[in-house]
Each structure stands twice: as structure tokens, then as C-alpha cells.
């Protein structure tokens, strides 16, 4: 996709510079399980991705939370670094009193076969207006197709620096692993539809270097063998559990002196990683780091973990 962008992208001007443009893209994830990078020089941070995640998907939109992970979250903030006002969190949970993930999975459990499940993320009540904060990401549809559950993602405009794989293609791969368990189907593809495909001129210099220095190191790493396994009844408790167990390990503690009451293997390891995070951030000792990394497996989770606390500059990213 860099790659593209840096040979065949129009230069264009936009509200935050200049840019590198491929108009109306069609991007597929044939292996949306596969979702974390570790491009050498990305330095992108998997941590704040499995964080970011699990803040939208319990509906939240405080930055009180996420800035802990993500320093810049606060530039795009309409009142001063309190909310996000158009965070995806509350659209999917909590639109006008509709949860839209919860209408989507009861819609394919009685029809597997609807065209409906749709989840709306612009309001054109809102969102036409002058804001820091204008919802990227507008529309995601589930569709049902020879057992496999696959999610369609229609967005004006993608980032491919700090929407798409920073975040974007993370968040979205999660909640269809998590749709197609409630709905007891396999995970199918992850189709981006995007208007503007664009690189920031700020970033080109970077994306040059990474794809002239590219190893293709994600042939030798494969995914994590750590799958999704809650029912739809008991996820709301399971998620709410996780969110305060983040929020003790934020606060200080840690995970070894804790209990993990819930047993599902992607929330087990993602608390697991956030654990890593935090007991790098206060200065861990390498033996003890080691034995907390160690407990990630193997597989792309562990690699970007590993390869995150080894950076020469790592707490800056």
C-alpha cells in the first residue's frame, strides 16, 4: 500500500497539508486474525492498538483513558482533552439508545442469509459541522457467505500512517473475530471501500526508507494461535472485567499480583500485553520484562511486543 502510494499517489492539499492521494481503493485483509505490525521503522505501538480497541468496542469515547497511550489524542479533541466527540465507541454501542453491535448479531442469529446488518457511524445530524473530530470510518456491514462472516468497511477518507495501520484495520479485524464467534461462523475477509487513500508528506521520507528496507519478516512470524472465545452472553461481563483490570495495571499494579477472572484466550494474552506495557513504562528489570513477555506466546503479538520494548527510542513511541 506505501508502495503504491509513493509510485502512482497525486500530490493533493487538505486542512492538514499536503499529501499523497489514490482516490476510491478497494483494500481486502484475506487474514484479518494476522493484525499486528511490525514493519521495522513503522514504529507504530501494539499496545495502544489493543487498548484504542477494547475502549471502542465497550463504548467509550473518555480520553482520560486512551491519552494514556496515545499522546496526540488529545489534538483532535473538541473540549480540551475530555472526549473525542465522534469516537466510533458510542456510535456502536449506544446510537440514540440502539446498540448497533447488539442489533447485528441478533439480525444474522434469526437470518444468516440478510443483507441488513449494518452499523452506521456518520450522523449527518452532528457531523456537519466545524470539528477537529469528524468520524473517518462511516459505514461497516457484516455479510454472511458459506459459513464464513465477513465485514465491509466503506470510509471518506483513510490515513494509511495513523488510521489504517495504526488502528483502523486493527479495530475492525477484532470485532469481526468477536462477531463471528457470537454467531459460531469463521472469520472471513475485511474489506476496506475508501474514497481518499493518502499519505501525509510529513510521513513520505519514512515510507520511503520502510518499503526500501523491507524484509517481508511477517512470512517467518505467522499469527497468534490466541483466538476470541466468549458468547454473547457473557461478554459484557468479560469485557468489563478486562476494562478494570486495565485500569488497575494503569494505576500501578501488577498483573502477577492479580486475579484474571475470565478464561477466554485473546482477552487472557491482550491483558497480558498491557501488563508488558506498563511494567516497560515504569522501568522493569529485563529478567522480569523477559518472563512477562514470555507469557505472550509466540506468533505477530509476541514479535510486535518484542520488537516494541527493543527500540532505541521506545518510550517516545
Known amino acids: 500500500m506505501l508502495s503504491r502510494l509513493l509510485v502512482q499517489g497525486r500530490a493533493v492539499d487538505s486542512r492538514n497539508g499536503p499529501a499523497l492521494e489514490l482516490p476510491s481503493q478497494v483494500l481486502t485483509v484475506e487474514h484479518p486474525t494476522e493484525r499486528f505490525l511490525h514493519t521495522p521503522g513503522r514504529n507504530n505501538n501494539p499496545f495502544a492498538a489493543i487498548a484504542e480497541t477494547m475502549w471502542v468496542l465497550a463504548g467509550r469515547n473518555d480520553l482520560s483513558y486512551l491519552t494514556a497511550y496515545l499522546k496526540r489524542a488529545p489534538e483532535y479533541s473538541d473540549d480540551n482533552g475530555i472526549t473525542w466527540r465522534a469516537g466510533y465507541g458510542p456510535r456502536l454501542r449506544n ?83 468477536m462477531m463471528a464467534r457470537w454467531l459460531k461462523l469463521d472469520v472471513g475477509t475485511l474489506t476496506f471501500f475508501t474514497s481518499s487513500l493518502h499519505l501525509y508528506s510529513g510521513y513520505e521520507e519514512r515510507a520511503r526508507a520502510i518499503v526500501q528496507g523491507q524484509d517481508m519478516l511477517s512470512d517467518e512470524i505467522g499469527p497468534s ?59 522493569a528489570a529485563s529478567g522480569d520484562l523477559e518472563s512477562r513477555l514470555a507469557a505472550l506466546g509466540r506468533g505477530d503479538l509476541a514479535f510486535a511486543a518484542n520488537e516494541f520494548v527493543r527500540r532505541a527510542r521506545a518510550r517516545n513511541h
Not at 462511516?138 to 500512517?161: C, E, M, P, Q, Y
Not at 477466554?264 to 515504569?282: C, M, N, Q, S
Open 225 to 283: 494461535a490466541f483466538r476470541y472465545d466468549t458468547s454473547w452472553e457473557e461478554s459484557a461481563r468479560a469485557h468489563g472485567q478486562w476494562m478494570d483490570l486495565e485500569q488497575q495495571l494503569r494505576s500501578g499494579e501488577n498483573l502477577e499480583d492479580l486475579e484474571i477472572p475470565f478464561d477466554d484466550p485473546l482477552l487472557v494474552v491482550y491483558i497480558r500485553a498491557i501488563d508488558v506495557f506498563w511494567a516497560f513504562k515504569r522501568g
Open 95 to 177: 446510537w440514540k439508545g440502539v446498540d448497533q453491535v447488539a442489533q447485528v448479531r441478533e439480525l444474522l442469529a434469526a437470518s444468516p442469509d440478510s443483507r441488513r446488518a449494518v452499523i452506521s457511524l456518520f450522523d449527518p445530524e452532528i457531523d456537519f459541522q466545524d470539528s477537529k473530530d469528524i468520524p473517518c470510518n462511516n459505514w461497516l456491514h457484516f455479510l454472511v457467505r458459506d459459513g464464513r462472516l465477513h465485514l465491509n468497511v466503506a470510509a471518506r477518507s483513510t490515513d494509511i500512517w495513523f488510521g489504517f495501520s495504526a488502528i483502523n484495520g486493527f479495530e475492525w479485524s477484532v470485532l469481526l473475530e
